[in-house]
């Protein structure tokens, strides 16, 4: 990928979305993230780019951070960040446009809806298990980068699954929220998705660490690897989900202690036939 062209690399602008009209053709608008972000699918020439803007504190930090994520971790299934500059009151972040849609996208005005049979999850999960193996795969060797950059993944869902069925290729985004570790939680709770989130992610003052990516993990397995949505119709083997039983023991202490120590036992389990 490219450099971002001239036009998108301002330093600073006045208004993000006038700025974008000026500079290309707005052909898409996601305003109605629960983020408070407002992002844009923007051509410009003949390439198009997705441009995250943030004028409000939290959603500005949460971009603030993911400059420091992406500084951080490099990997093939991480969507770059491009660059990124100023807006009054706030930051915009351009990253290559990545055709393809969430597993799943919830907006202000509607959660939900991940059962629904044309929803994308419901779709993914009609996917041959070898090709959801394969993308369960590409999630872990990304975190296995999180991993060594030292990083914690936070608010990381299947809203960062980034999916284009056409050609079955998967992509992370969004990671915005991933941070350096361990830390101790000093807020109520981390943001993100309960079905994803460990249970230490809900206990101010307790430790976050590696152990709890290895918890979110073990949730995206589970989850992914599941012909529905109410975890009642397992698509994998017994020695698969006993390793997805450790990931996702409640008690830090009786996981897997690295991301590393769970893709070792998720490939052997896979590798087992039964
Ligand atoms: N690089 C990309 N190329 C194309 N589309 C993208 C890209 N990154 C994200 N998207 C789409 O834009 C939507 C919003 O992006 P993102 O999830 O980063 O925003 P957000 O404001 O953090 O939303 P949320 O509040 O749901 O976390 C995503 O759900 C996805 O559909
Ligand atoms: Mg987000």
């Known amino acids: 990928m490219p450099p971002p062209p001239l036009p998108l690399s301002a330093e600073s602008v006045d208004v993000l979305e006038t700025y974008l009209e000026e500079v290309g053709t707005v052909f898409r608008i996601f305003r109605e993230q629960d983020s408070g972000c407002v992002s844009y ?48 009151g706030g930051l915009a972040l351009v990253y290559p446009w990545v055709d393809g849609e969430v597993l799943y996208h919830p907006t202000i005005s509607r959660h939900g809806g991940r059962a629904a049979s044309d929803s994308p999850m419901a779709r993914f999960r009609r996917l041959p298990v070898t090709v959801i193996l394969r993308a369960l795969e ?81 949730r995206a397995l589970r989850l992914l690897l599941d012909a529905g949505d109410d975890e009642q119709e397992w698509r994998g083997s017994p020695p698969q989900l006993k390793v997805i039983e450790r990931a996702n023991a409640s008690d830090p202490a009786d996981r897997f202690a690295s991301v590393e120590a769970l893709v070792q036992a998720w490939r052997g389990a896979s590798s087992v036939r039964t």
């Open 138 to 218: 590409q999630i872990l060797d990304a975190h296995l980068a999180v991993e060594a950059a030292g990083l914690i993944a936070v608010d990381f869902y299947d809203g960062c699954l980034l999916y284009d069925f056409d050609c079955d290729r998967l992509v992370l985004c969004d990671l915005d929220e991933y941070r350096p570790g361990p830390f101790i939680l000093e807020v109520d709770r981390l943001p993100g998705s309960r079905r994803f989130m460990a249970p230490e992610e809900f206990i101010r003052g307790s430790t976050i660490d590696i152990r709890t990516t290895v918890f979110v993990l073990g």
């Open 41 to 88: 699918g923007v051509a410009v020439g003949d390439e198009r780019w997705f441009v995250k803007g943030a004028t409000v504190p939290e959603a500005a930090a949460s971009l603030r951070r993911a400059v420091e994520v992406h500084a951080a971790v490099q990997h093939p299934l991480i969507v770059p960040l491009q660059h990124s500059f100023d807006v009054t």
